[in-house]
């Protein structure tokens, strides 16, 4: 609630603030001095000074404002009742969710006992803070309204100010990338330092377990999950997606008339929007059960109704939208002077198709493809429910199988202590699954930097 209050204040001043200085920087205009900058510039310039010192004042004060509270509670006499280590801990965490919200339980009395000075430290500190907040808001905002003046270049600063919060807005992504690289490689280093690389990467028994010892690493053999997710993601997928996808394609762009290109393109491309529990749903009530019948019937001894196969043919379906709306969009984007010339030439409409639409929209067709294969492969929900979690080095799609990310699910959830080997491992599967994902990404545009073509 305190945050609430601070921040409108602040919202508050600024807006005060931008008016004040527009009205100010307008007042400039009777003299005959020529203004550098319009007023709404001035505004937004003085609005940012009041606005950003004090919400980077506000959210490190917040960052600190727990411990200020702790420490002010364990000055008061209750704080000899507490017990050490982390049990102290635990009866803080306890108070804290009862701070958020009093009708909350707590297991422990104590708790109960230090929600209220906890409470009270913690809004004593808060309105300090704010105060802090809103007068550096009232300091800063007053320093740049006196440089409000006719030749004063607001407009610079204002479009430096958008185009640094630009620069950092595109470097979430970077940032982001760059934190899961590092937390990757610190987590599998601690797992590296436990069981051999070489025995994950090139072992053939999965069986996680906790533990430590000599043999442990014959338990960590990752090969059956690697093949799994290329099975299941990468080839049975794509066998469905590809061609599917392809000639829908082809469809929609050169044989569907405008009004069936209208229906047919946006409930092709709801498949994408559908959630992926809903795939699995369907995969294993529907298409796991044909599958296990069609494998009874060839003679299978014993059919699973888990198996490789129904989760592949689903995830093909899954991703059929990928393939398609990228092929569509690059095919559509071949000029028809190449079309024309190619039936002028004499040749046919299927082979204009194959010789020269395809081949020109092939950087789009690959790079769609691999987004298919990204996909497929980082997908969890539709093989949970329809392949099993039967880590297996099979061929046979009628064999229940498990992958990476389905494993790495499973490692993290549970009870166990998050610094042991089988927890730790799920850090090495993701990081195998980047680099597999970062490797796609390379062939593709090696595939597009080989084959692109620019079109005037």
């Given at each position: 609630m305190t945050s609430n209050i601070v921040l409108a204040a602040i919202l508050a001043l600024g807006l005060a603030a931008w008016f004040a200085a527009r009205a100010k920087a307008r007042l400039l205009f009777t003299s005959r001095n020529a203004m550098h900058s319009m007023p709404v510039y001035h505004g937004w310039y003085v609005a940012?000074?009041?606005?950003?010192?004090?919400?980077?004042?506000?959210?490190?004060?917040?960052?600190?404002?727990?411990?200020?509270?702790?420490?002010?509670?364990?000055?008061?006499?209750?704080?000899?009742?507490?017990?050490?280590?982390?049990?102290?801990?635990?009866?803080?965490?306890?108070?804290?969710?009862?701070?958020?919200?009093?009708?909350?339980g707590a297991f422990n009395p104590l708790a109960n006992e230090l929600a209220a000075p906890l409470r009270a430290a913690h809004l004593r500190y808060a309105l300090i803070g704010g105060v802090l907040a809103l007068v550096l808001a009232f300091a800063s905002g007053a320093f740049a309204y006196?440089?409000?003046?006719?030749?004063?270049?607001?407009?610079?600063?204002?479009?430096?100010?958008?185009?640094?919060?630009?620069?950092?807005?595109?470097?979430?992504?970077?940032?982001?990338?760059?934190?899961?690289?590092?937390?990757?490689?610190?987590?599998?280093?601690?797992?590296?330092?436990?069981?051999s690389p070489i025995d994950f990467l090139t072992g053939l028994h999965w069986a996680p377990k906790d533990?430590?010892?000599?043999?442990?690493?014959?338990?960590?053999?990752?090969?059956?999950?690697?093949?799994?997710?290329?099975?299941?993601g990468a080839i049975i997928a794509m066998i469905v997606a590809i061609p599917l996808g392809l000639m829908s394609a082809v469809y929609l762009?050169?044989?569907?008339?405008?009004?069936?290109?209208?229906?047919?393109k946006p409930m092709l491309e709801i498949l994408a929007g559908i959630p992926t529990v809903v795939y699995g749903y369907f995969a294993a009530l529907t298409i796991a059960p044909m599958v296990r019948d069609f494998a009874a019937a060839l003679g299978k001894d014993n059919p699973s109704t888990e198996s490789a196969l129904a989760a592949g043919l689903v995830m093909?379906?899954?991703?059929?939208?990928?393939?398609?709306?990228?092929?569509?969009?690059?095919?559509?984007?071949?000029?028809?002077?190449?079309?024309?010339?190619?039936?002028?030439?004499?040749?046919?409409?299927?082979?204009?198709?194959?010789?020269?639409l395809l081949p020109a929209a092939l950087p789009g067709i690959v790079a769609g493809v691999m987004l298919a294969v990204s996909r497929a492969i980082g997908e969890t929900m539709i093989v949970v429910m329809a392949a099993g979690a039967m880590a297996r080095l099979s061929a046979d799609p009628f064999?229940?199988?498990?992958?990476?990310?389905?494993?790495?699910?499973?490692?993290?959830?549970?009870?166990?202590?998050?610094?042991?080997?089988?927890?730790?491992?799920?850090?090495?599967?993701?990081?195998?699954?980047?680099?597999?994902?970062?490797?796609?990404?390379?062939?593709?545009?090696?595939?597009?930097?080989?084959?692109?073509?620019?079109?005037?």
């Open positions: 940012l000074w009041v606005i950003v010192p004090a919400l980077v004042a506000w959210a490190t004060w917040n960052a600190v404002l727990p411990g200020l509270t702790e420490a002010a509670v364990l000055t008061q006499p209750i704080a000899a009742k507490l017990p050490a280590g982390m049990d102290r801990q635990a009866v803080f965490a306890e108070a804290w969710a009862l701070v958020r919200d009093p009708n909350a006196t440089r409000v003046r006719a030749n004063f270049p607001a407009r610079t600063k204002a479009e430096r100010a958008v185009m640094f919060t630009l620069l950092l807005a595109s470097l979430v992504a970077i940032l982001t990338t760059a934190g899961i690289i590092l937390s990757l490689l610190y987590e599998t280093g601690l797992f590296f330092a436990q069981v533990g430590s010892g000599p043999d442990l690493g014959r338990d960590f053999g990752a090969v059956p999950l690697f093949w799994g997710t290329i099975f299941i762009t050169q044989y569907a008339t405008p009004t069936a290109r209208k229906v047919l093909g379906v899954m991703i059929i939208p990928f393939v398609s709306s990228m092929a569509d969009d690059s095919m559509a984007a071949v000029p028809q002077a190449m079309r024309d010339g190619s039936l002028a030439m004499g040749a046919t409409e299927s082979e204009t198709i194959k010789k020269v064999d229940s199988m498990t992958t990476v990310t389905y494993q790495i699910v499973q490692l993290l959830t549970g009870d166990q202590e998050f610094d042991s080997p089988k927890t730790l491992s799920a850090f090495a599967l993701g990081l195998v699954l980047f680099v597999i994902t970062l490797i796609l990404n390379i062939v593709a545009l090696r595939v597009v930097k080989r084959f692109r073509e620019a079109y005037e």
